[in-house]
């Protein structure tokens, strides 16, 4: 199986995810956009559970979707019988996620959603704090935690 990868310029690419028909679209100023890049296989045990429990028509909903290699990888079962909601809490990540579905053609199914929020037990606006280097892990702090060089923001 060959490898895909494009480089589409302003720190972004498209790779074929490996052993999937899906691409994802990475930041390739983050470190672990490193993986999608270089083809190799990503979180493979996981993915193979996963996809053990999706048939064609499912619901699939994706809490912290970073670049959405879930989402493409379930699009291939349920795209056009189901539905895919996704949430990314990261605003820049998020930007990631719409382009990962676009490279998927899940925007034309307008039942599919891409939701910048955070997943949690109150409605309202929440802290969110990443490390713009590496765009997966990050998350809601706790009540008084050093966030250290994290950036934060508030999301809904």
Known sequence: MSHEYYYLGNSTALAKIHGHASYICIDTKSWESLIYAQGYPVEPDEVSVMKRFLSPGDNFIDVGSNFGIYTAIASETIA???????????????????????????????RHEFINAAVGPRDGETEFAYSPEGLGGGHIPFAGEDTGEQQVVRVQ
Do not use: D, V
């Open 80 to 110: 056009h019988s189901g539905k895919i909601i996704a949430f990314e809490a990261n605003p820049h990540t998020h930007k990631f996620l719409c382009k990962t579905a676009q490279a998927n053609r899940l925007f034309y199914l307008r």
